[in-house]
């Protein structure tokens, strides 16, 4: 099993649908848990940081499952600019600084 | 406020030959992080410099190796480059000592190595 799992996608919604990702993790002692943003041969460019309460910005929620050991995005009034491969990222409290990136999940939004 | 920098942007090799990508972190940062990155892949974690020592390292063999200057930039190096060693090498720079978000990375542009 890999240590972070993401649906691939692609996910393909009309612009001002709402769309939500999901991501597994295997390490039930991972410690922080991120969302990056990574557009077509670009680097990958933080989103947003996960926290055990949930957090918003803007359009974007985070939300933090640890008993299930998942994490997800949830994207709402989707645009064009969204489209883009979303990167989840773990870091294990026992790997200490190694950080795992999912495989990325692809969206496209159309007009 | 210059961001992370790496140099070259592309490269081109052949199997057998050696090569040095470089990396300078965003201003006031002092640790570096390399990632390998193979299309339609994340990022993998090669491994992470902090004072100039190699802190923890990912599953990578030892043809990769790595070192941090005192100015905090580095190089990341491989060996005996292989078919599979194609790919997107990405370096990111973080500071412990950032507040509010834990271990931020951010990433430079990539250099983008083809083994022939």
């Known amino acids: 099993r890999k240590e972070v799992e993401q649906d691939p996608g692609p996910f393909n919604v009309p612009e001002g649908a709402t769309v939500a990702f999901n991501c597994t993790y295997s390490n039930s002692a991972s410690q922080s848990f991120f969302w990056y943003r990574q557009d077509c041969r670009k680097e990958p460019k933080l989103l947003m940081s996960?926290?055990?309460s949930g957090n918003e910005d803007g359009r974007f929620t985070a939300q933090l499952n640890r008993a299930s050991q998942y994490i997800s995005l949830l994207i709402r009034d989707s645009k064009l600019s969204d489209s883009a491969t979303y990167l989840c990222v773990v870091i294990p409290r026992t790997g200490g600084f190694k950080t795992i990136f999912g495989a990325g999940t692809r969206l496209f939004v159309k007009a | 406020d210059a961001g992370v920098t790496q140099s070259p942007t592309h490269l081109i090799k052949t199997r057998g030959q050696q090569v040095t990508l470089r990396c300078s972190p965003k201003s006031g940062h002092d640790t570096v992080s390399w990632y390998q990155q193979a299309l339609g892949q994340g990022p993998q974690f090669i491994f992470q410099y902090y004072e100039e020592e190699e802190r923890q390292r990912g599953n990578f063999p030892d043809r990769f190796s790595g070192h941090q200057f005192p100015n905090y930039s580095s190089e990341l190096n491989v060996n005996a480059l292989l078919l599979g060693d194609s790919a997107l090498y990405l370096c990111?720079?973080?500071?412990?000592?950032?507040?509010?978000?834990?271990?931020?990375?951010?990433f430079g542009p990539g250099t983008r190595l083809t083994v022939l």
């Open positions: 996960v926290y055990s």
């Open positions: 990111a720079s973080s500071s412990p000592k950032d507040r509010g978000v834990y271990n931020e990375q951010f």
